[in-house]
């Protein structure tokens, strides 16, 4: 069996008194992508939160490379290994392109190697042609792809990214899907919420499809054409 770099059992996860997350379980080997899709509202981002300790109560086992880290602090579950790339990206508009790359500290236990801005701006050239720019003048293209280069920054090897596609470009989705292809080659793990399926479709080695906080259907990436029917059903607005 593939060595697992998340594991969830049986996850409950509340915001105030609304319950969102209703028991989800669900594997993330290492060196994979994992997508999970779903209707709006349906957990996938809250999935991603309660990962991060970024929701309110959460109960059951989330497991960071075999560590349980339900009853941690945020910054602690981050020095596991997570970067986490939220839909709002996070870019600081004041601040040039290369000072918010620098921002973030290196992971103290990050199992990954952190990129150096050389490498960083190898595999992000529109980022190396904007490094004097402040936040505000960057396309949201290369926001996105700023977002994703300063967690490489920090040595983090598990990757949670929060709809990277969504509003952008055909021409820079097409660049963001070579840049995952690109860091599931180095060994990056990449647990992934996406609307779009036919960014996802062919990144991913395996699907979850969440549904009213629960795992409504899991299947590998060769299984995604006889699964078509039924995903199509879940999926349908």
């Known amino acids: ?84 790339c939220p839909e709002e990206r996070g870019i600081f508009a004041s601040l040039s392109t290369e000072e918010n790359l620098r921002l973030p500290p290196q992971l103290k236990a990050g199992r990954g190697k952190a990129m150096g801005e050389a490498q960083i701006y190898a595999m992000f050239p529109n980022l190396a042609e904007r490094k004097n720019s402040p936040g505000t003048r960057l396309s949201g293209g290369e926001q996105q792809m700023l977002a994703v280069a300063r967690i490489l920054r920090t040595g983090a090897d598990i990757l949670l990214l929060d709809e990277i596609s969504e509003g952008l470009a055909p021409v820079i989705v097409q660049a963001l899907a070579r840049m995952i292809k690109a860091l599931k080659a180095e060994g990056f793990t990449i647990l992934m919420v996406e609307q779009n399926f036919r960014f996802a479709a062919p990144l991913a080695d395996h699907f979850h499809v969440i549904e009213h906080g629960q795992v409504a259907l899991s299947f590998a990436a060769s299984e995604l054409a006889a699964k078509q029917a039924v995903l199509d059903e879940l999926l349908s607005v």
């Open 1 to 84: 069996m593939a060595e697992l770099a998340l594991e969830i059992k049986d996850l409950h996860a509340w915001y105030g008194e609304s319950h969102i997350l209703h028991g989800i379980s669900l594997a993330v080997p290492r060196g994979q992508v994992v997508t999970l899709l779903g209707r709006n509202g349906a957990g996938r981002t809250t999935t991603l939160r309660a990962i991060m300790g970024l929701t309110g109560d959460r109960k059951g086992s989330i497991k960071v490379h075999g560590t349980e880290s339900v009853g941690m602090a945020t910054h602690r579950i981050a020095q596991l290994g997570l970067g986490y």
